[in-house]
């Protein structure tokens, strides 16, 4: 089983990426996904998740407006849509698979992970 993270750059302040999680080995349709991202130095906190049917969303408050997750289970891939960057958001993203159907801010609630993008945004 494995989450292939990607789309990570070096970004100005204002301007956007957008991540893709591709998944293999087995479908997750039925679990909640979601982002997470680490900051050099800093623990890993949660940006986003995406219930299994993408009906129920959910993002910390420094990314909410400003970033969009979406799924699409036909694919096995969730996506991760970032706008107005700020040299904040510098960071390593990580998609991560649920062990249940809807999201979760804590990464226990997580069993795959993928490897990690990294987002640059410089100011």
């Known amino acids: 089983v494995q989450l292939q993270a990607s789309g990570g750059g070096l970004v100005q302040a204002g301007g956007s990426l957008r991540l893709s999680c591709a998944a293999s080995?087995?479908?997750?349709?039925?679990?909640?996904m979601g982002w997470f991202r680490q900051a050099l130095g800093k623990e890993r906190d949660f940006v986003a998740a995406i219930s299994w049917r993408g009906g129920t969303t959910s993002y910390a408050d420094s990314v909410k407006g400003r970033f969009t997750i979406s799924r699409d289970n036909a694919k096995n891939a969730v996506y991760l849509e970032m706008n107005n960057l700020e040299p904040e958001d510098t960071a390593v993203y990580y998609c991560a698979a649920a062990r249940k159907s809807y999201g979760s801010r804590f990464p226990g609630e997580y069993n795959y992970w993928g490897q990690g993008t990294q987002v640059t945004v410089s100011s």
């Open positions: 080995g087995r479908t997750f349709s039925n679990n909640a």
